[in-house]
């Protein structure tokens, strides 16, 4: 086990089946992104695309996110699906299920023109199923920030559904 994890709590309510998490993540369309900006936490919401290897992430080419991440390129990703909010007889009582994926890792900055586009079309086909391949071969994206997330580790937790294939 690695510095930064930690065993679930829950452990009725772990996934440990890389299969199903990977499908999680092949199927997401948003996900939180969680940085460090000097001693502050900093949260955003960005769409997301997975290659099978990496979380791929964009935005625009400049702004506090891109300052932050240059400086430390460390985050924690947050993926889920499924939410239900479940409300008690009395209504004194609430719980959640959910599926959710938690990830640590390193960003990398895409740079390249072939490997941007073909990241950009990773998260526009997942974003958006039926729209065809190759969306943007040839455009000018020096104004797109793409990033990779290399995760070091993923955790799965489901609670009151089954994570589906």
Request: net charge negative.
């Amino acid at each position: 086990m690695g510095a930064t994890e930690r065993p679930m709590r829950r452990k009725e309510y772990e996934v440990t089946d890389t299969t199903v998490i990977r499908h999680i993540l092949g199927r997401a369309t948003l996900c939180r992104v969680a940085m460090v900006d000097g001693s502050e936490p900093y949260l955003v919401t960005m769409n997301c695309g997975w290659d099978g290897e990496h979380l791929l992430l964009h935005g625009a080419i400049q702004g506090r996110k891109l300052d932050i991440l240059r400086a430390n390129p460390r985050v924690c990703v947050e993926v889920d699906e499924d939410i239900q909010l479940v409300m008690g007889a009395t209504g004194k009582e609430c719980t959640a299920n959910y599926v959710t994926v938690v990830g640590t890792g390193t960003v990398s900055l895409i740079l390249d023109s072939s490997a941007k586009s073909r990241d950009l079309n990773v998260i526009i086909g997942q974003c958006h199923p039926g729209v065809p391949e190759e969306v943007l071969p040839n455009e000018d994206l020096s104004h797109v920030m793409v990033l990779e997330v290399q995760f070091d580790h993923l955790s799965c937790k489901a609670k009151g559904t089954t994570p589906r294939p």
